[in-house]
Every structure is written in C-alpha cells, then in structure tokens.
C-alpha cells in the first residue's frame, strides 16, 4: 500500500472514533445539565420525554420531581463530563459517563461528581432522555486520571 493510502485509512479511523465520541444521542445531556444550570424549567422539560424517569440515589423521580429541586442560588454549576461509550441502534441509544459540576460563587468552590447512565430515545427527529440513573461519587472515591470536557 502506497503512504498517501495508508494515511487516508488512518485519518478515516481516526474521524469514526471522533464522531463516535461526539455522537448527537449525547447531545440531551448537554442540554439537560446546561438547563439546570441556567434554572430554566422549560429547557428541562425540552430535554426529556413524557415519560421520562430519574433514578437518583435509591428514588424515582418525575421530571416535576427533578425540577422541584432546580432553584436559583448564589453558586454558579459549571458542567463537565466524561463520556465512558454509546451504544446506539436506530432510534435508540444508551449512554454511559461520568459527569462532574463545580458550584461556585466567587469565594467557596466544590466539585461534585456522578456516575450516570441515560437512555435516550429519537422521538419526531431529536433526541430526547427517557431514563437516567445517577450515583453520587464520594470526593475520595473520585477516578484519577479521567478528561472531562467543559459542556458549553
């Protein structure tokens, strides 16, 4: 095989492992954890299906339950995550990653971070959270060496 071919092959790969990672079944996360930070109870509900449900540290939550507990406060919830594989076929996808926030408020500061799992289904073109499960990780038991990228 002559460079410029190999090269090609290589840049390919290189591309699908890329959009992998980046895959768009992801994308209601973003927006989701974007909405809680912003308060905004609307971008919460757009995030999510009529059905969706949150498992959250041995309860089941609606989304009337997650967004009781989505108030103003001082601090500001910077989000990160870390996106351990997507599994998607058609119209579905499951997502497993690890998410982390700081709070801040300019003078005290703490991170927080979740091991979480979403199931997300493609309804009328987007897609949307049908299920999350989230486990709170305690600050000692938070994984070393993990690359977390800033949501926007």
């Known amino acids: 095989m002559n460079r410029k ?7 390919m ?3 699908q492992l890329i959009n992998a990672k980046e895959n768009t079944s992801f994308q209601p996360v973003k927006d989701l954890f974007e909405a809680i930070s912003q308060v905004d109870h ?3 509900r757009t995030a999510v299906t009529s059905e969706f449900l949150l498992l959250e540290h041995g309860e ?27 599994k998607q076929q058609q119209e579905m ?15 005290k500061s703490q991170e927080v971070m ?6 997300v289904i493609k309804k009328s073109g987007q897609w949307k ?8 990780i305690k600050p000692e038991k938070f994984p070393k ?8």
């Open 60 to 86: 089941v939550w609606s989304i009337d339950d997650l967004i009781k507990v989505v108030k103003p406060s001082t601090f500001k919830r910077t989000n990160f995550f870390n996106v351990i594989s997507i």
């Open 42 to 44: 609307n971008k919460i």
């Open 129 to 136: 959270l049908a299920q999350m499960h989230s486990t709170r």
């Open 93 to 107: 996808a499951w997502i497993n990653y690890w998410n982390k926030a700081n709070f801040s408020n300019g003078e």
């Open 145 to 152: 060496n993990i690359k977390f990228e800033k949501s926007f």
């Open 13 to 15: 790969l290189v591309s």
């Open 5 to 11: 071919l190999l090269i090609s092959l290589f840049l």
């Open 114 to 119: 979740w091991l979480e799992s979403v199931v």
